[in-house]
């Protein structure tokens, strides 16, 4: 079971971390959730799930139809830790509608936040943060889905590519830019409407593990004005808000999957008998078990350290964010994958837990920000202001 994180937590994070551990517990891992056949259904049938059971209020303020007054890096990180420890798809789901919703709570002005987020809250629509291009990844000041100005709209065409949520979004905040010359500064925001006749969905991709995610396209795709998030050029700095706030929810989700992990390790190795004798009472494997729970105690952290910080405004949060993304999804994997080889030939079985898991954390090393990115940016925040290294002349890479 996660640890007790106290000095980061307060008591009412304590309990909320007890409470949805035993919905995860029974609704989850009990009734068996965790590969689903059909992720388009899965994830909207989890949506409703985490709605329902007010987790989705977490990712909107308390006076739009959320749970808080303002977001709680702590309490995204509790939930995504707990919910990714019973099925990485309904931690997705609770993800994405928090990405998708935190550029409207962040730059969006009251008519937009009243129209989008008691929807997003209800789980009744589901949202989508399109940033991603085919050429502009981690380098995403780079984008070139354009918007046009023409009277009272915007005309976007392009492509955004790698789109959580796509086909089964109901909007999509997109980043175009609309001052090509003007590089960074000339990305702005909108929200689109799935049901635009300009948006299509290009293509579906299948994973290595089940996630709804494709390419939409824009063609002469006519979004109002009104519909426009925060001023034009804020774009990038939305988008870097966003991801922010969110960077540390991702090392999270990937501590709750190497809990699993390291469970089944203990669970499998106590009862599997080799050369007469429990595998987990040879001391390389005593050993290895000591290393996997205190990386991954290390791991939680610098992630509740990390989110700690974001919920106490004037703390400096951008390097531990990047450590804690970076520690943690890298930790994770390598518990994961001890985990697995404990396990022997079983792991490999496809359902089997292990093997869902080893499939599941690859992702979380690449989205919102690669572990590359994690360690440039900490390595700019390291280098920022001495000799040689003026401060704010590196190009911005990803989040
Ligand atoms: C499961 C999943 C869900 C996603 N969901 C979304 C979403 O909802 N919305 C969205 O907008 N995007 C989403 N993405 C996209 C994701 O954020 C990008 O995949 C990620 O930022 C990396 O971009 P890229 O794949 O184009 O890789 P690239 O940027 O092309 O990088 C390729 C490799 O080069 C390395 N690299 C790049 N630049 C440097 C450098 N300067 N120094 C050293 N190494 C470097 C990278 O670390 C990586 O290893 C998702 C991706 C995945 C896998």
């Not at 609704?27 to 949506?47: F, M, S, T």
């Not at 070139?144 to 915007?154: L, W």
Request: hydrophobic share 40%.
């Amino acid at each position: 079971m996660s640890d007790d994180m106290r000095p980061f937590l307060e008591s009412e994070q304590i309990a909320l971390q007890k409470k949805v551990r035993r919905w995860v517990d029974s609704q989850l891992i009990a009734r068996g959730v965790d590969e689903p056949e059909d992720p388009e259904a899965a994830a909207r049938r989890l949506l409703r799930l985490l709605a329902r059971a007010g987790w989705i209020g977490y990712t909107i303020p308390k006076r739009y139809g959320g749970k808080d007054t303002r977001i709680s890096a702590r309490h995204l990180c509790i939930l995504r830790e707990e919910i990714s420890r019973g099925s990485s798809m309904a931690d997705t789901m609770l993800a994405v509608q928090g990405l998708g919703s935190f550029p409207i709570i962040h730059a969006g002005n009251p008519e937009q936040k009243k129209e989008f987020l008691p929807p997003a809250a209800r789980g009744d629509q589901i949202a989508a943060f399109a940033l991603t291009e085919p050429e502009a990844g981690s380098d995403i000041a780079s984008l070139q889905c354009r918007a046009v100005r023409r009277g009272s709209a915007y005309i976007l065409n392009g492509l955004k590519s790698f789109i959580s949520n796509a086909g089964i979004a109901d909007n999509y905040v997109v980043f175009a830019t609309t001052r090509p010359a003007a590089g960074k500064s000339g990305i702005t925001a909108f929200i689109v409407d799935a049901d635009n006749p300009g948006l299509s969905v290009r293509e579906k991709l299948s994973l290595i593990a089940p996630h709804p995610i494709g390419t939409i396209e824009f063609r002469d795709c006519r979004v109002s004005v009104t519909r426009r998030l925060g001023r034009v050029g804020q774009g990038l700095e939305i988008a870097h808000a966003t991801l922010q706030v969110f960077r540390p929810t991702v090392g999270a989700a990937a501590v709750g999957l190497a809990q699993r992990a390291l469970e089944a390790a203990v669970d499998f190795g106590s009862s599997r008998r080799q050369f007469g004798r429990a595998i987990l009472d040879f001391q390389g494997n005593r050993f290895r078990l000591a290393e996997m729970a205190t990386e991954l105690r290390a791991a939680r952290l610098l992630v509740h350290d990390a989110a700690w910080r974001i919920d106490h405004p004037g703390k400096d949060s951008a390097l531990a964010s990047s450590m804690a993304k970076l520690f943690a999804t890298e930790t994770a994997q390598r518990v994961i994958d001890w985990s697995l080889q404990i396990h022997g030939g079983r792991g490999l079985v496809s359902g089997s837990v292990v093997e869902r898991l080893y499939r599941e954390i690859r992702a979380l090393r690449i989205y919102e920000g690669t572990s590359e990115i994690q360690r440039l940016i900490i390595a700019r925040l390291l280098t920022q202001g001495s000799r040689g290294h003026p401060k704010g002349k590196s190009r911005p890479a990803r989040s």
